[in-house]
């Protein structure tokens, strides 16, 4: 089969240094006037598809934010349904170990091997963390596809599994507790550890207390 002749759309000429041109002009990303010359229609048509691509690529590149823009949208979206002290714990994940190696690309650029290779020294750390990680990446980027900022998830194809387990960790026994407690009575300490001894509270749930969340006046006292 023939191939299919070309519309060469018609250009003007310019004369330079005495010899013919064909010329047109383009507009930039920047919205400026560049102009292209060939010395026949069929060049100048080629270098004007190509310089449309490239200004098309820029303008793309321009409105496309970057990974470390659209963690910061992603976490001011989830502010309104995520508490503070976890919205708080999602910035210092991604800062660390999302923004710090891939921020300053913009999102569409990245893969799925670049994302794996992200998640190597991850791996290396505790399971809890590098299960978190997976997890912000995959909402961070499903956000981005949902939202037509990207077509494909690249961190779909992410393993849920990897991270180092931790040892379990072994209760303290009667003896022991009355041994803390008798070492620490009338310390400062000692109210923190009763806390998290009788309540079973974490260090950071106790820190976070307000007197909101101590119920004294009921008939079984109670924290909430």
């Not at 794996?116 to 290396?124: E, G, I, Q, T, Y």
């Not at 900022?149 to 194809?157: G, L, Q, R, S, Y």
Request: charged share 25%.
């Amino acid at each position: 089969m023939a191939n299919r002749k070309r519309a060469i759309p018609q250009y003007g000429t310019v004369t330079l240094n005495g010899l013919d041109y064909y010329r047109t002009r383009v507009q930039d990303a920047d919205g400026k006037l560049v102009a292209l010359y060939a010395r026949t229609p069929e060049e100048l048509y080629d270098k004007e598809l190509n310089a449309l691509e490239q200004i098309d690529n820029d303008t793309f590149c321009r409105k496309s934010p970057t990974v470390a823009e659209y963690c910061e949208k992603w976490l001011k979206m989830k502010s309104a349904t995520v508490r503070p002290n976890t919205l708080e714990g999602y910035r210092k994940v991604m800062e660390k170990h999302i923004i710090e190696p891939i921020g300053d690309r913009y999102i569409y650029e990245i893969t799925a091997d670049d994302l794996k290779m992200l998640m190597v020294p991850v791996s290396k750390m505790s399971n809890g963390l590098y299960g978190i990680v997976n997890m912000l990446l995959k909402c961070v980027f499903y956000s981005a596809v949902e939202s037509n900022v990207i077509k494909d998830n690249p961190a779909a194809c992410i393993n849920p599994r990897g991270g180092k387990a931790k040892k379990e960790k072994v209760a303290l026994t009667d003896k022991q507790i009355s041994t803390l407690l008798g070492t620490i009575k009338n310390l400062p300490p000692y109210l923190f550890v009763m806390l998290g001894l009788y309540a079973g509270l974490r260090r950071e749930e106790i820190l976070g207390l307000q007197w909101d969340c101590v119920h004294i006046d009921d008939d079984i006292p109670y924290i909430s």
